[in-house]
T-cell receptor, first 116, second 112 residues
């Protein structure tokens, strides 16, 4: 069974703290994504990675950075957390190998981050 | 620009049929996905359309018209557990890595 895990379900941090959100997938997927989800705004892409050590900015990368040192792990970093980064953060992965189906994205359970 | 529109909320009755529409305008097209997301949980894959027509999977069907930039998700024999948010997403051909563009989601409430 495919699996994407995230390091925390709930996290509370203070303004100005450096925050690390970890995501691990066990499906040998090349591509991994970080989204944030806010009411009325839907899922918005922060960053994605299509290979180890590769990263691409999504639609809202400001205030975030990412790291992908190993294929299975994709980390989202909030360099200096702010209250407007309070949100649900979702990680996802997919493959684009033609032999492996529709290439749908598989999502982790999400991390609800509150910045006070 | 990239734009995906779907209704914000819908209400339907248990046992009934409901159709959730999605229209899209994207720079390219390489498939449309529907996801279901229960409150507080991760989105889960429901269906995929890349060619025009209807794809049926049990109580759920999804339709695509590429010329109209239009899709719908049809849910039959509604059950209370179908109360969830339904997300429409398009894969833009020109993006790398299977990147998806998501609509805002449609919150479906199923009432007894």
């Amino acid at each position: 069974d495919v699996k994407v895990t995230q390091s925390s379900r709930y996290l509370v941090k203070r303004t100005g703290e450096k925050v690390f959100l970890e995501c691990v997938q066990d499906m040998d997927h090349e591509n991994m994504f970080w989204y944030r989800q806010d009411p009325g705004l839907g899922l918005r892409l922060i960053y994605f990675s299509y290979d180890v050590k590769m990263k691409e900015k999504g639609d809202i990368p400001e205030g975030y950075s990412v790291s992908r040192e190993k294929k299975e792990r994709f980390s989202l970093i909030l360099e200096s957390a702010s209250t407007n980064q309070t949100s649900m953060y979702l990680c996802a992965s997919t493959t684009t190998e033609t032999s492996r189906g529709f290439y749908e994205q598989y999502f982790g359970p999400g991390t609800r981050l509150t910045v006070t | 620009g990239q734009n995906i529109d779907q209704p914000t909320e819908m209400t339907a009755t248990e046992g009934a049929i409901v159709q959730i529409n999605c229209t899209y305008q994207t720079s390219g097209f390489n498939g449309l996905f529907w996801y279901q997301q229960h409150a507080g949980e991760a989105p889960t894959f429901l269906s995929y359309n890349v060619l025009d027509g209807l794809e049926e999977k049990g109580r759920f069907s999804s339709f695509l018209s590429r010329s109209k930039g239009y899709s719908y998700l049809l849910l039959k024999e509604l059950q209370m557990k179908d109360s969830a948010s339904y997300l429409c997403a398009v894969r833009d051909f020109y993006n790398q890595g299977g990147k998806l563009i998501f609509g805002q989601g449609t919150e479906l409430s199923v009432k007894p």
